[in-house]
Nanobody, 123 residues
Framework: QVQLVESGGGSVQSGGSLRLSCAASGDTYSLYCMAWFRQAPGKEREGVAAKDVAGRTRYADSVKGRFTASQDNAKKTLYLQMNSLKPEDTAMYYC?????????????????WGQGIQVTVSS
């Protein structure tokens, strides 16, 4: 089994920054794919940033140029640096992982999920 624990969320004003972390533990061998999703109240869960087996990163159009995903393989930790935050970025953010995935992986391709962490951006 794999456990994912998110940290670093909170409240920030519009234009501010936050850095989320997702630490993986347990059977992390060959855990090649990790991603960030978010879900706002009344909306479907959407992908924010995802790394595939080749190490490529795909971003949602809404966060390109503002968010950066990075990974520390030694620490089995995925990060999400969020800059120039907007009120529409307010959501519960989830970390997800899978042992294999393609560049266009959807949320249904991920086997493991964290509990989520709240990010609130005020105007």
């Amino acid at each position: 089994q794999v456990q994912l624990v998110e940290s670093g969320g909170g409240s920030v004003q519009s234009g501010g920054s936050l850095r989320l972390s997702c630490a993986a533990s347990g059977d992390t061998y060959s855990l090649y794919c990790m991603a960030w999703f978010r879900q706002a109240p009344g909306k479907e869960r959407e992908g924010v940033a995802a790394k595939d087996v080749a190490g490529r990163t795909r971003y949602a159009d809404s966060v390109k140029g503002r968010f950066t995903a990075s990974q520390d393989n030694a620490k089995k930790t995925l990060y999400l640096q969020m800059n120039s935050l907007k009120p529409e970025d307010t959501a519960m953010y989830y970390c997800a992982a899978a042992r294999t995935c393609g560049y266009y992986a959807s949320r249904y391709d991920y086997n493991y999920w964290g509990q989520g962490i709240q990010v609130t951006v005020s105007s």
